[in-house]
């Protein structure tokens, strides 16, 4: 496997962030501000990922994706642990805001996050229409932070 950094035409990867974040405009508040990491395997783009600098010593994954496909095979957890070890000796925290759905909030407690704090009705109040995942309807976002010294 392979993790590339992409500096330029970020939107290139649209589709693939729209599966992490299904509105456009919600991905332009971070996508220029953000680091782009592409996981390749084989030299086909299987995963994704948008971290940015959210200042004291706090990191921010926006959007972890992976193509439907490819889900199952470790490809997030790849990353996941590819840019907490980026960022080790850059910050302290790693942190991740998500729905609050139960495929998702094991998947980031299996991966060394504990849970922060939660935006009630954050994707009522910010999504144009109603989000779904997995069937559940995402009201609240929770945030799950990871140490990243001594991971």
Partial sequence: ?????INDNKKDFLDLLLLADEQENMIDKYLDRGVLFALYDNNSLKSICVVTDEENNTFEIQSLATYPQFQGKGYAKYLINHVCDYYKDKGTTMIVGTGDTPIIVPFYE???FVFSHRIENYFIKHYDAPMFEHGVQLKDKVYFKRALRGV
Avoid: P
Wanted: proline share 0%.
């Fill in 1 to 5: 496997m392979n993790v590339v950094i």
């Fill in 110 to 112: 299996n991966n060394g």
